[in-house]
């Protein structure tokens, strides 16, 4: 497909599991963000990655939030010791990166529920 | 901190009128972006302004920017009903890292 991929749609734990959400980028597209989505509010951002390396993890909430690009195309987003405050939906966007300003693509989200 | 302010959050209006969203930031940036979201859907981008002045049109909608004041806007004109969705806009301010940071988001409702 064209677009940005998110696997799982929708994904329900419980309180305490790991869990691990797959984004798949724009083929071609070098940048690649995530961010998370709370009810009734924007998105925020997690990290960034330029190719393999994350240029930004300044918004990754804790030290049980990773995540991995590890041949400069898809990513993993892992959740370590799931809380329920976790709960949102985790939306991926990709991008090119270059002197002229391009737009942010996203995916439809992994909805994750933590019980 | 970059804060990113939308207002109003919620807009109710008739079909046939026009009404404008407005986006304020805190700090300087000349690269502003317009995301429409469908409930239950991830985000499709509607505009993006590049520079002070900057106006972009795509059908009943047009989306400004004034670097100076900080401030866009989004115009609706002659409103209808597949126009309801919740708008976001959103500003990056570090070339060469584009996180972008969203408002919080303007849901609109189109009534017949």
């Known amino acids: 497909g064209a677009g940005v991929s998110q696997t799982p749609s929708n994904k329900v734990t419980e309180k305490g599991k790991y869990v691990e959400l797959r984004c798949d980028p724009i083929?071609?597209?070098?940048?690649l963000y995530w961010y998370r989505q709370s009810l009734g509010q924007g998105p925020e951002f997690l990290i960034y990655f330029q190719g393999t390396g994350a240029a930004d993890d300044s918004g990754l909430p804790n030290d049980r939030f990773f995540a991995v690009r590890p041949e400069g195309s898809v990513s993993t987003l892992k959740i370590q010791r799931t809380e329920r405050g976790d709960s949102a939906v985790y939306l991926c966007?990709?991008?090119?990166?270059?002197?002229?300003?391009?737009?942010?693509?996203f995916g439809a989200g992994t909805r994750l529920s933590v019980l | 901190e970059l804060k990113v302010e939308q207002n109003p959050l919620f807009l109710s209006m008739q079909e046939g009128k026009n009404y404008t969203i407005y986006c304020n930031y805190s700090?300087?940036?000349?690269?502003l972006y317009w995301y429409r979201q469908d409930p239950g859907k991830s985000l499709e981008s509607l505009f993006v302004?590049?520079?002070?002045?900057a106006v972009k049109q795509e059908g009943r909608l047009m989306a400004s920017l004034d670097t100076k004041a900080r401030l866009s806007t989004l115009h609706i004109t002659a409103a209808v009903h597949d126009l309801s969705a919740t708008y976001f806009c959103?500003?990056?301010?570090?070339?060469?890292?584009?996180?972008?940071?969203f408002g919080t988001g303007t849901r609109l409702t189109i009534i017949p």
């Open positions: 083929s071609g597209h070098t940048a």
């Open positions: 959103a500003v990056d301010i570090y070339f060469g890292n584009e996180k972008l940071t």
């Open positions: 966007a990709s991008s090119l990166v270059g002197p002229a300003k391009n737009i942010q693509y």
């Open positions: 700090t300087t940036s000349d690269r």
């Open positions: 302004l590049l520079s002070n002045g």
